[in-house]
């Protein structure tokens, strides 16, 4: 098995044969709507890489017909959607040694962050979800909105309260914050105690643009020592049909080469 090779892919043959050729230590499925028409196919792919002792995490559809899944739809379709599947990969993770990473909401929501009430209405939707503290949810930022690090309340009202297992994606966190690695680091400190899984892509700091590492704006060596020892994949867009995953494995070999900073916030103090 590759150390440090670790990478996000689909359940097709062709994308699940290409992220095993690489014998990486850590694979992420990402799901469709689609998907979860074939579950057994999802369970099929999670027990072949627990055979080959390769970690499996899955990553929770993002649409349901054409729009972006959110827990506080009003539409009762998506609304049952986005609980039905969560409950389904939540069976997997728990019948098959997995975990599943899960948004909140993602773009476009409309959600203004500066309202403290609306982000308590949130986590009363995500303690709504059956598992959703289970360690084996985790749940992930988005680049604006409620479930963004730029929501002033989405620590000490909604993560801290509900001790919030959490798939921290560096790049949403930069963005939220329009580029600031200062604030990037503060929000990886704060949420330390409650990140089990990080997706690291690199950024130029103003839209979602999934870069491999090293050719966005990300400073890296100081992100580095909040991650050592806990999992995470490299998470970069790719081209054409998404089968090959260079990008993924170049930044792999990149962060490897990387010195960390020298310690985190708190161990200079």
Known sequence: MRRGIRLKGGIDERSFANRLSYDPEIVELYLTEQDMLQTELIRERVRELGQRGIKAYMHHPSKYRGSYLDILSEDPQMHRFYRESTAELLRICQEEEAKCVIHAHYVGMGQPPEHRESTVRLKEAIQSIPGYDSG????????????????????????????????????????????????LCEVLERTAPYARYYHLVDSMGLRHDSLPLGEGLIDWARVKPYVDGKDFIFEINLTGDHVDCTPMVDSALYFAEITAASGRRGSEK
């Open 136 to 183: 084996l949810l985790l749940w992930e930022d988005s680049t604006e909105g409620l479930f963004c690090y730029h929501n002033p309340y989405l620590i000490d009202e909604l993560i801290v309260p509900l001790n919030l297992p959490l798939n921290v994606d560096v790049s949403h966190t930069f963005i939220g914050f329009r580029g600031d690695n200062d604030k």
